[in-house]
C-alpha cells in the first residue's frame, strides 16, 4: 500500500495557509497534516523529536508547525528549522514526513520510498472541475478490506439494498431497481485490468433481457460502482487506518455537467451514498454504539431490509458486524462471491510479488487508474465484451454508459 | 454446564411469531434468538455461514431468520433452507444451532451433545400457572461463581441486608428478621442430594428456639433461598454469559396462589429480589459505572448497611466489587462458609468426573431439580433432619415450611 | 519510592471521625482510607480478607472499618476486630496496612518498611499555618515522571506559558514575563543537594542583566518552581498510582503571610497552578476526552500558545499527548534539558544504591526537605552561587529571593 497515494484529508480540512494543523491516522501511524504560510502541504509523524510532545498542539506560522512544548519548528518535509535552545543543532534534526499532493479536494500522501514516487493520481474524479464533484468520508471501525468486498459484489444490492434503491434520492427511478430486485442471482464474470478488476453481474428479465452492472475494482483501496440512471457516478476508497478501523473516501461525481443544488443538498443530508455526522467527528449518526438506529417496525414494513435505514449505514452495519477482522476461514463462498475471491487473489499475489522482488503493483500507474464503471441493457444472449468498444470503460470521450 | 438446559431468555423477548431475533451470549458465545412463522424457537450461531455477517440484522420471516446481506435463510434447526445465489447448495449449509423449550415464561436452551439431551426442566416454577409466577433477570460484571457463593451464603443476610429485610416489601413482617438480626452467627449443616446441596443455617434467640433457614443449591448455577413468611419462594440462577459477566435470573413465586397485583407491582419495581433497568437494557439502574447509588447518609442511618439500597443492588455491588473474577487463594474462610466450600468441591468433582469419564453430572435430571427451600423453627436441641419428613423438601402435596 | 511519605488524601477527604471511607490508588496498589471513631487514620488494602469483597462500601464505626458483606472489622492497622462468625479467629487476621501522618492539609502514607520509617513530612508547606497555604489535586493519565520532567524543566515556560505568564492572577504582573519572554534559551546549571537538585535557568536582557529561576526538585516527585514576584510560591508533587496515571499535587503558599481571600477565589477558579473539576471527580474539566477544550481561535490569536488555556491544562495536555509512558530512547535531548537528564540520573542512582545495598534515598531525612525555591535578577557576569547566602534556599529566618 505504501506504493500508493494514500487519501489522507479532505481539503476542506486544511482551508487555508496556517490553517489549524490535524490528526490523520494511515497504515497504523498517528501523523499531523498542516498547510503552511506559502499552501504546502505537510504530512509529520505526530510526535516533536525533543521529547516526543504531539504536535497536534503546535502552532502553524511563518512556514512551519511549530512544537507547542518548547518551540521546536518543523517544515513540510519534516526538517527541523528553527530550534531556539540550539540553532545550530536544528539541521540535524528531522521527524518523519511523506509526501503530498491535493487533487479532487483530498489531500493524498505517499508513503513509500522516495525513488518509486508515482505520478499524482489520475482517477477521473481528481482531474474534473471541481463542480462535477462531491467527496466526504466516514470512520468505520472493521478491516478495510470488509468494505471493499461489500463494494465489488453487487449481488448483496437485491438484498442488503432492495428497498433502498427505490428510495434513495440519488439511486431512484432507474432500469436498475427492477432487474436488481427481480434477479436477486446475478452471473459474474470478471476482466483483470492494468489496475485491477472489471466485474460483470449480468441479470435478466422475462422479456430476454440482460442488464449488466459492470463495477471497476482499482488497487489497493477503490471501487467504481455502477452508475445509477443518469445519476452521478460514484466511487469508493476503503483506506486502512489500521488493521481493525479504515476511513472510506465517497465521491459522487459527473463527467460532463456540475452537480445540481439539489444533489448536493441530498448528499449533505446523508443521500446516495454520505452519511450524516456526530458533531465534530467523521463518525456516522448511525453507529456501532446505537445499532446503527435499528428501525425493527421499518424493517417489518420492507421499508428497509435490514431494519437500518440508508444506503451507507446498512452496509457499515453489516461490515462492522462481522467483527474487526473477519475469519474468512469460517465463510462459505458461492458463485457470486468470484469478485470477492479474484480480489483477494490479485491483492495477495501482488504483495507476494512485491515482497520477493519489489514488482510494481497493480494500479499504480496513472494510466491504469482512468476507469470508468457502466451499466448496459442487452439482449440475453449477447455478449458484453463483444457489445464493449475499446475505451468505454476507460476514461475518453466518449459517454459513460448508463441506462 | 453444556449438560443443562440453559435459561437463555425471558419468552417475551420473543414474544410473537417472526418477531424481531435478538442476540444472546451464553458460555462465551454469541448466538441469536428468534421464534419462527410457526411458533418455533431458534437459537443460532450469530453469523450467517456465507460472509459472517450478523444475523442479528436479520429478518425473520416465513419460516426462517434470513441474513440482511445476501439473504441466506436458516431454520431453527440452523439448515439453510433458501440460498438465492445457489439454491441446490442450501442442503449443504447450516450453522450451529441448540434445540430450546419454553418453560416457566422462560426460553432454555440445551447446549450439549444430541444424544444426552435431559428432560425438559423441572424446576418447581417452570411448571406452575403462570400467574403464579414472576420472571426477571439483570446483567452482573461477575463471573457466575461469586453470585451463587452469595446466595447460598445464609449468614451474609445478617450484615449486608440487615436493614433491607425489615424493609422490602416482599420480605418484610417475617419471623426472620428478628432471628437474623439476633443470631450474626449462624450454625451451617450441609447434605448433599441428586441434585447439589441442602444448606441448613441455624440462628438461636434468647428462648432456647433455634430458626432453620435451608436453602437449597442445585448444579450448576441455581439457588433456592429460604423463604420469608408468606411471601413468595424465590429462586434464582447464575448464568454465565462468560467468565467475566452472567446473566442473573430471578424467580418469585407460590406455590398454591397466584401472586397478588402488589406482589407484581411491588416486583416490576424492584422490590424482593428484582431490579430497576437502564431503559433498553437488563443493566440494573443502580451498577458499578454510578457505584450502585451509593448513599452514605442512609448507610450512616442504618437505613442500609452497605449504602447501597435494594437486596440485589447490594448483593451486586458487594460480587463486582471483588473484581470480575475473585483470587480465592487470597481469602480466609470461616465455618459460615461451609456451603460455599462445599459448592465449590460438588462443581469441581462433577466437572472431573465428567471429564474423566462422561459421568452425568448432579442436577440433570428431572427429578432431582423438583426441589423446595423452607425455614422452620423449632427448640434448639431438636434435631431437624429428625423432624424433617421425607419429602418436605422435595415438590409434593405437603406445604413447603415457612413461617 | 516506598521509603518516602506518600501523599495519599487531603484531608478534607476525611473531615470527621467515622467518615465515609475513600479509594485510594498508590503506586499500583488499590486502597481505602478512612479516619475512625477517634480520630486515627486508616490506609488499608480494598479487599476483606475473608471473601475479597470491596471495604468502600464498608460501615466507619466504633474503631474500625467493616466490611459490608459479612462484617468483619479492622482497626486502623488493618488488625480485625471484630469477626462475629467466628470470634477467636480474629486476631490471627489482618490486612496490609500503612501508616498515616496528617501535614500540611494533605493525609501522607507511608508504605516501606516499618523499620525505616522517615520523620514526618518536612516540607516548608506542611509545617506552616494552614490559613498560608491552599493546597489541589488532579488526576493525570500519564507516567508520573511525564510530569516532574515538565516541572523542573524552566526553558518550557517561555514557548507553552509564554502568554499565560501575563495572563494567569496568580503569575502576572513580574519581572519574569519579559524576561522569559525576551529569552527563549535559558542556560542552565545545576546543584546536587542532600535531597534532590537545585536547578538555575539564566536569562538575560540586552541590558546586561541575568534573571535566574532556581527550581528545586525534591525526590522523588516534588518540584518547587521559582516564585513569581510576590504571588505565593509553588511546589507540585507527581505521584504514581500506577505506571500509567498519576496524582498530581498542587500547593500555593506563603510564608509569611496569610493568603487573601482575592488569591483563595482565584485558586479555587482554576488560576495559579489549579484547575477545575467534572463534578464529583479529580478529573480536570479540561480533560483528553475533550481535547483540553482546545481553542485555535485562541492560539491564533497569541491568547495561549498551544490553544489550551490555563498553566496547568497545557502542561497536561501535552504530558499525556506523549502517551501514558514515553519512549525516551526516540527524544532528541539540547542543552536545556540538563534537569532532566540530571533528574534521571539521580533516580536511576538511588534506585540502583537501593537496590544493590539499601541505600536510604536522597530526599527521605526531614532536613533534606526543607527547601524553597527562588529567583533574582544579577549582572549577566555575577555568580549566582557567590551571590547566595547560605540558607538562602533553605527554609530560615531569611526572606525568599523573588523578584
Redesign the interface.
Known sequence: MRRYWVPAALSSELPDTDC?PIRVRLLGEDLVAFRDSEGRLGLLEE?C??????L????NEEGGLR?????WKYDVSGQCVD????PA?APK?AICSYPCVEAGDVVWAYMGPPELRPDPPSVEWATIPGGQRYVSKWLQYSNYLQGI?GAIDS??V???HRYEIEQNPLLKKTAATDFIKGD??PEFDIDRTSGGLIVYAKRRDREGRAYYRITQMLMPWFSFPPPFGQHPLLCQAWVPRDDESCMVWSISYCTDRALTAEERAAMADGGGINVTYVPGTFLPVQNRTNDYL?D?AA?KAKKT????AGLVA?DV??QE???AI???S????????KA?VETRRMMLEAARAHARSGTTPPGVSGESQRIRPGCVILRAEADVREFLKEGQLRVGDRPVMSV
Open positions: 489549524s510526535f523529536a525533543h521529547r516526543r510532545a504531539s497536534y498542539f503546535g502552532r512544537c507547542a512544548y518548547h518551540g530550534l531556539p535552545q540550539q543543532y534534526i468486498e449481488s448483496h437485491s438484498f442488503l436477486p442471482n435499528l425493527r424493517q431490509f435490514s431494519g437500518v446498512a452495519a453489516i458486524s462481522m467483527g473477519v475469519d474468512r469460517l465463510e462459505h463462498l458461492v458463485h457470486t462471491d470477492v
